[in-house]
């Protein structure tokens, strides 16, 4: 059988058309066919996701309810915990560890039916727009093989993509799951700050962290959604109500209000990205809804502000990791050797980068002049946001100022790797919901992600209004030709 949607496979499942062994043989059949290629997965957990299938099985023959997600295969980013699994970020510091304990979110997909395949590759501790920075590995984007899928969570995008999975987890710092999603022409959702549990994600920015699903649908992005969100005494950031979302999203768009953000439309974004953005933009104002040009000044130093914020953040977040408490740990007899040595070469170049910032920004000289100013210019973006929100129901952006780059393109130039960020950061910065899904394609064939935002705990309407373009155009749900020949299981 071929993979559908999640709830295509669910609804298969349920009424007994096809077993959970079937649907898992068929998963597996895909990845071993084409993850030589595409590198999306380090680790494969076959005999937990066999054992899962076959108890799926079982229950279901009992005549048991097995949940939203019965039978449909998962891909999980490898810095989210899974018990008995090994979870690596993608970093010789952490590649044999073997956490005892699952995320909140793996437990609550396996608890809605879901089966974990494995896990997925990522730019090393989610630092990284094109995951070229894996220590472990390279992951390539499925629609072409010599071009990045995007990144931190681009083992998740390009899994998605190349419908070896339906369903894949990614964090999301600065943009890690939206913009390997506009790479890869998938949908990616960020959901509000503390909706979803970091109970179990490996840290590496944690007011700007966020779990989200990708998936080839808005539909399923939506159904993951409802399972993963809400409160867990687990993580104090979770937020103590769950998020409201109906059963059936509404899709339709008349008296909403879009901006589209003058600063993310400019010279600056590719010509057919931007060509793109304002024909969705044509579109919701022909369905109904009214679209405005909306400024929003203080997104102009989202790049810079992000990585003053972000880095510190990580600089105090990786200390641990110091060949004591935690990780792998060089071989010396002198302490301070070993301490050095252990970081020196347990992390690579990106990491121990953006370490240096952080601490540079966190020092006694410069605290006030960097790190402070920072969240005093964080405060003037979520203002305008709020400012911006007083206006429009939805705010509309590229996801990415371009598609898909070269592998190798960026990667000795860190501040052009940066700028792909340049849409996404403002989001975590503010907290707010941000979605993205397929647009186009430009002339090379390559997907074009639009970006929409909205206030906090709106991901409802967020969805129904991605759902309306979804439906209205055939994006969605694509494979790459190259690898979307049938496999036999």
Known sequence: MSLDSA??????????????????????????AMDDRVGAFLTLMRDRAMTRARDLDRRRASGEDCGVLAGVPVAIKDNLCTRGARTTCAS????????????????????????????????????????????????????????????????????????????????DTGGSIRQPAALCGVVGLKPTYGAVSRYGL???????????????????????????????????????????????????LRSLRVGLIAELDTDGVDP??????????????????????????????????????????????????????????????????????????G?????????????????????????????????????????GFERFDLLLSPTSPQTAFALGEKVD??????LADVATVGANLAGIPA??????????GLPIGLQLMGPALSEARLLGAALAFEHAHDYAGRLPAAIAGPVQP
């Open 7 to 32: 709830r295509q496979i669910q609804a298969r499942f349920a009424c007994g058309e096809v077993s959970a062994q079937e649907i898992l043989e068929a998963s597996f059949a895909r990845i071993d």
């Open 92 to 171: 010789r510091m952490l590649a044999d560890f073997i956490p005892p304990y699952d995320a909140t979110v793996v437990g609550r997909l396996e608890a809605a039916g879901a089966v974990i395949v494995g896990k997925t590759n990522l730019d090393e501790f989610a630092m990284g727009s094109s995951t070229e920075n894996s220590a472990l590995g390279r992951t390539r984007n499925p629609w072409d093989l010599g071009r990045v899928p995007g990144g931190s969570s681009g083992g998740s995008a390009a899994a998605v993509a190349a419908g070896m999975v339906p369903i894949a987890l990614g964090s």
């Open 202 to 252: 490996i840290a590496f920015a944690s007011s700007l962290d966020q779990v989200g699903p990708l998936t080839g649908s808005v539909e399923d992005a939506a159904r993951v959604l409802r399972v993963i969100s809400g409160p867990d005494p687990r993580d104090s950031t979770s937020l103590p109500q769950a998020l409201a979302l109906p059963e059936r999203l509404e899709g339709s």
């Open 272 to 345: 057919e990205t931007r060509a793109a953005v304002q024909r969705a933009a044509d579109w919701f104002a022909r369905s109904g809804a009214s679209v405005e040009r909306v400024s929003l000044p203080a997104i102009d130093h989202g790049i810079a502000v992000y990585y003053l914020i972000a880095t510190a953040e990580a600089s105090a977040n990786l200390a641990r990791y110091d060949g004591v408490r935690y990780g792998w740990r060089a071989d010396r007899s002198d302490l301070l050797g070993m301490y050095r040595q252990t970081r020196d070469q």
């Open 347 to 387: 992390f690579g170049p990106e990491v121990k980068r953006r370490i240096m910032l952080g601490t540079y920004a966190l020092s006694a000289g410069y605290y006030e002049a960097c790190y402070q100013q920072g969240q005093l210019v964080r405060s003037r973006l979520r203002q305008d946001f709020e400012a």
């Open 413 to 418: 130039d860190p501040l052009a790797m940066y």
């Open 435 to 444: 979605l993205s899904l397929p647009c186009g394609f430009d002339s090379r």
